[in-house]
């Protein structure tokens, strides 16, 4: 019995000091794993230049990401979090119901995802439509136009006869990634829409329209190589025939030995992106908790490095990291934003 | 088949000409030897493999290539009182248009600047700090030259490839050129990488952030479960009735020690920081939760050494008259330390190479400050190799390699100083 009373007291004790500790002198941001290079270079040019603590961040996805940061208002919740699409409306609700109800949503650029390969070989001229029928579980039967098989492709030349003889291996990011999100919803949706009777489907039946046009093959024809974008150019320059999907960041790092394929007549560059011009691009957000501003120490200094120019503008230095700017009308809208800590209107 | 045998005897007795059953009996035991000889040639050539790999690939992270600059601290640059609100990047931009004072155009400055690596406006920010009376002077310093530079520096980038395809153009190699014949950009050992913490240039990251992390949360982890383990071993074999409770917990005990070590991720989680709500990503939580992946591994090795004191020693205590307790203190437990040290610091080693628990507590992240306590967030080895190994920036690559060095530094001096220990207070029954 003494020894049960002893544990009690001492879990007891534990649970009780725990929280008074837990006061925190630093921003801690969680989220996307695209915005994860932008925002550690605008977190430490903030700590090296002010001398405050340099935020702490975690690289959890989009959806960990907001998870944490609608768990609740504290020290002991998450201030930001970066996102590689907007905030959906479910977790919006999560959000409200933990009493998170004031949220600052920042746009801070733009990303480009590429279909890339290796340079030993030529670049490939894809349109949408070539992206969907190589790469959808189901595809619009050749034969019968109008009925859905699962897809029969095992080449590039089968899918566009202007496209090389070679077997179809892309190697792309598992589905918990914000990458992939975005890369089925622009190219794969954009090419499914091409099919009016698919388009027709949005409209009547949108559940199975979501599940042809979202839906990657399994066949092994698309590799999930892991949120790695570094080990994906590695195995594209070991075997030239395969392609990889990742983001415009790890392009630009890797220009020597991998290239992007041409979408819809456009090649992947930074001013092809920047313009809207690349089909397949998307923007990068944070999202900044309103309750936590002025008491945790750092987060105007934070948000004001963010939203400089000499950060996000043109030539700025996540630029140079590869993070595709705002027009400048953007910029302007979202620092104002920024400094009237304009929340969003919960749905 | 004893007839068989007598037989087989008979015939062996001249062991000047073996039978052809005997011959083959030898050669059976030969090819098992052959056998077992090239499985350890097999694994011993992936391991020379993986050394020259990551060796061959990481020791240039030890040095870094530097640019002497020669700074004129003007004076009205620090007309503000506060000396930190000067533009520091500017003064290395100025005296780099002074080296090279052909540069005009404006693309052609911004690549000229892009040879220097932003370290070194921090840098001359904290010679200032240090000594502000050196204001109105022109002085020399070697400064970090960018990541680029450095891949360049180590013939890591090609300069007969296309100027396309290579992250540094042809006017940058020829400014590079000149600040080599001039002595002026040379390669140094790399203080940086030990003494600095985690950034997102390359050229400034560092290990110690990491290091120290590990350190922290290694030494919660020892000093929770080095007495835990050891304590549960003891009353377990030595005070423990035997009974349907106690082959309970041994069960349990050997299971937990399976349990994939993301399960203890989430049971940390769980506990230590949404019900005990103790800070995220600290090592603290994160000694916690190793505690209890390693504590099985103790308990069990801790176990089996105490199991191995012959019985004899502890009939003879007690039959002198020591107490229970005393046999045990006196005489069992000092026999058993040394098994019970091996397998502690064997479950250290496991822990100073575990990442899975830790993406469950946050200790995945990107931390610039050196940890200075327990409750400061911080990151470990292992996390700091993963997350290298995904940045984009190709001088991460050799950065990566040499933390996988020093991370297997660490683990070689813990694995041998277990077999040392092992062999020195190892006693034969």
């Known amino acids: ?347 | 088949m004893t007839t068989n045998d007598n037989t087989t005897v008979k015939i062996t007795t001249n062991l000047l000409s073996p039978t052809i059953d005997l011959k083959r009996r030898y050669r059976a035991e030969r090819w098992f030897k052959r056998l077992g000889l090239s499985a350890i040639v097999l694994a011993l050539s992936f391991v020379a493999f993986l050394f020259f790999t990551i060796i061959s690939d990481g020791y240039s992270a030890f040095t870094q290539s530097y640019i002497e600059l020669d700074v004129h601290f003007a004076e009205d640059e620090f007309t503000n009182e506060n000396l930190a609100k000067a533009n520091f990047p500017a003064l290395v931009k100025e005296s780099m248009r002074a080296m090279f004072p052909k540069v005009k155009s404006r693309r052609e400055k911004k690549q000229l600047y892009s040879l220097i690596s932003p370290a070194a406006a921090y840098r001359l920010q904290e010679i200032i700090e240090a000594d502000p009376k050196i204001i109105g002077t022109t002085l020399k310093f070697w400064v970090l030259a960018d990541d680029d530079v450095d891949m360049f520096m180590k013939g890591k980038i090609d300069r007969n490839q296309n100027e396309d395809n290579r992250r540094i153009r042809d006017n940058q190699l020829t400014w590079i050129d000149k600040l080599i014949d001039d002595g002026r950009l040379e390669r140094r050992f790399n203080w940086t990488f030990l003494t600095s913490g985690d950034s997102r240039e390359p050229e400034l990251a560092g290990i110690l952030g990491a290091a120290k992390g590990s350190f922290l949360t290694l030494l919660i982890t020892l000093s929770l479960s080095f007495p835990i383990g050891v304590a549960s071993a003891v009353y377990l074999e030595e005070f423990a009735p035997e009974n349907r409770w106690t082959d309970l917990i041994e069960i349990n005990i050997n299971n937990l020690a399976a349990v994939p070590s993301i399960i203890f991720g989430l049971l940390g989680l769980a506990i230590f920081i949404n019900f005990w709500g103790l800070p995220r990503s600290t090592p603290v939580v994160g000694g916690l939760v190793l505690t209890l992946m390693t504590l099985p591994t103790i308990i069990i090795a801790g176990r089996a050494s105490l199991k191995s004191v012959p019985p004899s020693i502890r009939e003879a205590a007690l039959g002198v008259g020591a107490s229970k307790m005393q046999t045990v203190t006196h005489h069992v437990l000092p026999l058993a330390l040394p098994g019970m040290l091996t397998g502690t610091i064997i479950g250290m080693a496991q822990a100073l190479g575990e990442t899975a628990p830790l993406l469950m507590i946050g200790m995945v992240a990107f931390i610039v400050d050196v940890p200075a306590g327990i409750t400061d967030p911080s990151t470990v080895l292992p996390v700091q190799i993963y997350l290298w190994a995904d940045s984009p920036e190709r001088a991460f690559t050799e950065k990566t390699a040499a933390a996988i060095m020093i991370l297997l530094t660490f683990l070689v001096t813990m694995n041998s100083l277990a077999v040392f220990l092992r062999k020195k207070f190892e006693i034969k029954w």
């Open chain 1, 1 to 347: 019995m003494k020894v049960k009373s002893i544990l009690v007291a001492g879990a007891l004790s534990l649970s009780m000091t725990a929280p008074a500790m837990a006061a925190r002198d630093y921003i801690s941001i969680v989220g996307s794993s695209t915005v994860y290079p932008f925002a550690t270079v605008v977190a430490e040019q903030f700590g090296k230049t002010t001398g405050s603590k340099t935020p702490k961040i975690e690289s959890t996805g989009s959806g960990g990401g907001f998870k944490l940061f609608c768990g609740g208002v504290g020290v002991s919740y998450p201030d930001i979090t970066n996102a590689s699409r907007a905030i959906k409306s479910s977790e919006m609700k999560t959000c409200a119901d933990n009493g998170v109800k004031d949220i600052v949503e920042v746009k801070i650029g733009y990303d480009g995802i590429v279909l890339a390969n290796s340079k030993k070989v030529a670049p490939l001229s894809l349109t949408r439509k070539d992206i969907f029928l190589a790469l959808a579980a189901e595809v619009p039967d050749p034969a019968h136009p109008g009925k859905l098989v699962a897809n029969p492709y095992k080449t590039w030349k089968e899918v566009n006869s202007s496209l090389p003889n070679t077997k179809i291996e892309v190697l792309g990011p598992p589905p918990t990634s914000g990458t992939r999100d975005a890369f089925v919803e622009l190219a794969m949706e954009g090419g499914c829409k091409t099919f009016d009777f698919i388009k027709s489907m949005k409209k009547s039946d949108k559940k199975s329209y979501k599940k042809v046009c979202h839906t990657v093959r399994e066949d092994g024809a698309y590799v999930e190589a892991g949120e790695n974008d570094n080990l994906i150019v590695k195995k594209l320059q070991a075997n030239p025939s395969s392609m990889g999907i990742f983001g415009f960041s790890f392009l630009d790092q890797n220009a020597d030995v991998v290239q992007g394929s041409v979408i819809e007549g456009k090649a992947p560059t930074f001013e092809a992106i920047a313009e809207g011009a690349y089909p397949v691009s998307r923007p990068l957000f944070f999202y900044v908790k309103k309750d936590h501003v002025d008491v945790i120490p750092g987060m105007k200094g934070y948000l004001a490095e963010f939203s400089s120019d000499k950060a996000w503008g043109e030539e700025g230095y996540l630029a140079d990291k590869g993070m595709i700017p705002m027009p400048e009308a953007e910029r302007k809208l979202f620092s104002q934003n920024i400094a009237s800590l304009k929340t969003m209107d919960l749905k």
